[in-house]
C-alpha cells in the first residue's frame, strides 16, 4: 500500500509540523483523550495510539496480554515511528490501518487500497495498474455499510472470495462523457453492487473491453473499490481521474463463535458484565455484549456500564418540572401544591396541575357552562340552517313549478311511468358543480352538460336559464309532454330536480352530435351517404307520425329541425328538444298560441295564423328533407337573397327542372336520381303554403318507409302498392306499422354538440 510517498522531502516535514502545532495548540488535549478512554479501557493499559481510541477488548500489541481478548484480530500494533503514530490490525505486515473502533454498534472503520487498471495509445500500462486485495483473520465486511463500486466507461470489476466460493461484480459502458452525470451511481460511468453477508476477505479485477481505445481521451483508466456505502459520490471528473487512492471499509465484529446461549453455560469465557444484554451476531458468527436501556459505557468491563443522569441533560428527559434520577431511568415530581405526572404535556403526560381550591371550582363551573352555551347556541344556529334550507327547497320547488307538475301528473293517466325526483347534491357531484368542460351543448331554453351517475350511467343534464316566471310553464310542459310518450325513438326523461334555483332535467346521453352538425360540416357530410340520410329521415317521420297519432294524446313538436335530431353511434335518429311542444286535446285539431319555433323552419300559415297544426310539424320536417337533399342551411344571410332562404329556393329551382344542380355532391355521385326526385316531391308536398294541402305525418312516413325498403330490395319496385291501401291497412294495425318503423331510443332536448344554429335563439 503505497502510504507515506515523499515523506522525507523538505517541504512535506515542514508541513507536518504545521499541522501537529495545530492539533496541540487547537485540538483536544492528550488528556481529554485519555479522560475519555478511561472508561472503555482497563487500567493500566494504553488507551490510545494516535488519534485512534483503543477500547477494550481491543489492546495495543506493547501492552499487557491482559489488557485484550486473546484473539489476533483484536490486537492493535501501534507503529511508533510515525508521527502521529499509525495503528495497524493485529501486525505492521498486515498493511491494514485502522480509522476507528466502535463498541456500541460493534463495527471497525480500516482504511483499503483503490484498485485500478489504465491505458494509453500503446494499450495495458502495467505500471499503473493495480488490483487490490483484503486479508484478515476473522472479522466480516459489513454487508449493510459497504458497497462494491467500479468507475470507467470501458470497464468490468469483479469482486472474488480467495476461497473461490463466490464472485460477482458490475459492468459500466459510455462511448461519451456527455451521456454521464454527476451524482449518486447510476450505472453509466459508475455501477455498484452489495457485498454479501458472511464475506471476510476479498481479491478484485478489472478488465476492459476495448482496451479504453474509444475513450482514451476522457477516461483512461478503470477503478474498483469497496468503501462505505455514503462515502464515494461519484463525478463525471472522476473519469479521467479518481482523486483518492484510499477509502474507509466497516467491518463488524463480535466475540468468539458461539452463541449468547452457547457462550453463557461457561461463565468463565462469558464477557458481557452486568447491566448489559447478549444480541448474536448477524454477520458472521460470535455474540456482542450492549449496555442496557438508561446506562452507557463498555459492556465488556467489570462495572463498565454506568447508570446515565438524564436529569443532568433536559433533553434526555420528559419532565415538566423536577427531575429525579434513578439507577437506569429517571421519574418525573411535581413541587408541592401540584399533582399530575409531571411529564411535558407534549411529552405524553398530564404535567404537573395546580390543586383543587374554591376559586378553581368556581372557574371550572364557569367554564363548564360556557361550553354547555356555546354547544346550545351552535346547535340552535345549525338547525336554524338546516330548516332555512329546507325552506329554501321548498320555495325553490314551488318557484319552479313543482305544484302544478304534481297537479299536472295527477290529472294524467295513472299508469304514466313517473319520473325520478333527483337531488341538488346528485347532480352537483355528476357533473362536477356544474364545471365548464362538461357543457357539451347550448340552447334557447339552457345548457346540456354530460354527467355521470353513481350506478356509472352517462346522462345529459339540461339546466334551464335564469329567465322569468313564464319560461316554468315550458320547463313543466317538457316533463309533462315527454312523460307522455312511451316511444324508443323520442327521448328517454330519466327526472328532473326542482330543489335549485333554476329547474333541471335529467335525459340519456346520445354521444354522436345533431344532424346539424353531419349535414353542414363538410368532412362529416361525406361520410352521410344516401341510404344513411334516407334511413334518418324515415325514422324522424316515423317518430312524429306516432306524436301524431299513435300516442294517448296527440303532441305537436312545434320546433322540429335539424339541429333537434340527434344521431347515436349507429347514426339513428333521436328526436328531442320538447320545450315548445303542444298536447292537443282529443276533440281539437288546431290550438291557438304565441307563435315559436325556428326562422327557415316556421310554418308561414301558422307564423300569420298562430294556428298550430299538426300540418305545422309537417312543414319543418319538409325543410330537414330538403337540407338532408342539399346539405344547405335552412336559413343563411350569407348566400344571395333569392336563395337566403332554402326552402322557397328549393321550389324555385324544382319547379325550373334544376334539382341536381342543388343537390349535394356526394348524394348525387350515388345515382340514386329516382329515389332522390320521389324524395324531392314529397318535400315539396310538405311545403306546401296551405297545411290542408299538405301529406300528414303518417302519409310521409309510410312513403319513407317505402322508399327505404326498395333501396334494400330491389324487388319491390316491381310491385304495384296502392297507397290508399297501404294508409288503410296503416289504420287497422298501427301499432304494427310504427314497430317496424321505429327501431331505437330518443334524444333529448337542445343540441348536444357545442355547435348551435345562428338563429336558435331568435327564432323562440
Known sequence: MKRVEGRTMVIHELLLKVVLLGTIILG????????????????????????????????????????????????????????????????????????????????????VSIGQDCYDSSGLDE??????????????????????????????????DPRGKFSFGCASLCSTNST????????????????????????????????????????????????????????????????????????????????????????????????????NAENGSGYKCNCLEGYRGNPYLTNGCHDIDECADPKMNKCERKCHNIEGSYTCLC????????????????????????????????????????????????????????????????????????????ERDRTTKTVKIFSAQELEKATDNYDKSRIVGQGGYGTVYKGLLPNNMVVAIKKSKLVDQSQIEQFINEVIVLSQINNRNVVKLLGCCLETDVPLLVYEFVDNGTLFDHVHNPNKSSKLSWEMRLRIASETAGVLSYLHSTASTPIIHRDVKSSNILLDANYTARVSDFGASRLVPLDQTQLSTMVQGTLGYLDPEYFHTSQLTEKSDVYSFGVVLVELLTGKKALSFDRPEEERSLAKYFLSSLKNDKLFQIVEEVIANEENNEQVREVANLAKRCLKIKGEERPTMKEVAMELEGLKAMAKHPWVNGIDVNPEEMVSLLEEKPDVY???????????ADSMKSHVMPLDSSGR
Open 28 to 111: 483536544p488535549s492528550h488528556n481529554q483523550i485519555a479522560e475519555a478512554a478511561d472508561s472503555m479501557t482497563k487500567a493500566g493499559c494504553r488507551s490510545s495510539c494516535g488519534n485512534l481510541l483503543i477500547p477494550y477488548p481491543f489492546g495495543s500489541s506493547d501492552s499487557d496480554p491482559q489488557c485484550r481478548i486473546d484473539r489476533p484480530s483484536f490486537i492493535v500494533y501501534c507503529d511508533n515511528s510515525t508521527s502521529p503514530p499509525i495503528p495497524y490490525m493485529w501486525k505492521k505486515s498486515s498493511n491494514i490501518e485502522i480509522l476507528d473502533i466502535f463498541v456500541k454498534d460493534h463495527e471497525l472503520r480500516i482504511n
Open 127 to 160: 505500471n499503473s495498474s493495480y488490483y487490490p486485495s483484503l486479508h484478515q483473520p476473522e472479522f466480516p465486511i459489513s454487508s449493510t455499510k459497504n458497497k462494491f463500486t467500479a468507475v470507467g466507461c470501458d470497464t468490468m470489476a469483479f469482486f472474488r
Open 180 to 279: 454521464v452525470s454527476s451524482g449518486p451511481c447510476s450505472g453509466i460511468g459508475c455501477c455498484q453492487a452489495s457485498i454479501p453477508r458472511d464475506t471476510f476477505n476479498y481479491n478484485i479485477s478489472i478488465w476492459s473491453f476495448s482496451y479504453h481505445s474509444n475513450v482514451l481521451d476522457f477516461n483512461p483508466c478503470s477503478y474498483a473499490f469497496v468503501a462505505e456505502t455514503d462515502a464515494y459520490n461519484f463525478s463525471v471528473s472522476d473519469l479521467s481521474r479518481l482523486k483518492f487512492n484510499e477509502s474507509a471499509l466497516v467491518l463488524d465484529w463480535a466475540i468468539g463463535n458461539q452463541t449468547c446461549e452457547e457462550a453463557q453455560k461457561n461463565s468463565t469465557s462469558y464477557m458481557c458484565t452486568e447491566n448489559t444484554n447478549c444480541t
Open 335 to 410: 413541587p408541592k401544591g401540584y399533582y399530575g405526572d409531571g411529564k411535558k404535556v407534549g411529552g405524553g403526560g398530564q404535567g404537573c396541575i395546580a390543586k383543587s381550591s374554591h376559586l378553581m371550582k368556581i372557574l371550572v363551573g364557569g367554564a363548564v357552562g360556557i361550553i354547555v352555551l356555546l354547544f346550545s347556541i351552535g346547535f340552535l344556529y345549525f338547525g336554524y340552517k338546516e330548516r332555512k334550507l329546507i325552506r329554501l327547497k321548498e320555495q325553490y320547488f314551488k318557484q319552479n313549478g313543482g305544484l302544478l307538475l304534481q297537479q299536472q301528473l295527477h
Open 738 to 748: 310504427m314497430d317496424s318503423i321505429v327501431t331505437t331510443s330518443t334524444g333529448y
